[in-house]
């Protein structure tokens, strides 16, 4: 069976032999910019070529009117391509699955009027 190679997307040294994926280690450094965030609010962008998270956090809710209001101070973002994307949902849902038969159940948001928002990037 032929093992895979990582193509690499920028240009590499000639000599640099192509490596079979079993074989790759990682290691992992911060950078000097390395941060923490936390996020109970996230808001999607899909275009045809990537995927943005937009995440932030709820505020004190308050009346503008009579109507109910929530204020999203929004904290940052993430873009990821679709391939890692994709990646990622698989991962979230095994460590969920995880979590779950250790801890049992992770109960819904009990505010139902609060839903993520889910929108396209202009073209």
Do not use: C
């Not at 911060?30 to 956090?57: E, K, T």
């Amino acid at each position: 069976m032929p093992t895979k190679a990582i193509k690499h997307r920028y240009p590499i040294k000639e000599e640099a032999p192509l490596v079979p994926l079993g074989e790759i280690q990682r290691k992992v450094e911060r950078s000097p910019g390395f941060f923490s965030v936390y996020a109970n609010d996230v808001q999607f962008f899909v275009s045809q070529w990537d995927m943005r998270l937009v995440l932030g956090q709820l505020g004190d809710p308050e009346l503008a009117g009579n109507v109910p209001m929530i204020n999203i101070e929004q904290i940052g973002e993430v873009r990821l391509s679709l391939q890692i994307a994709k990646k990622l949902v698989a991962m979230l849902s095994d460590h969920i699955s995880i979590y779950e038969k250790t801890f049992g159940p992770i109960p819904s948001e009990p505010n139902h009027a609060l839903q993520p928002t889910v929108s396209r990037q202009p073209s």
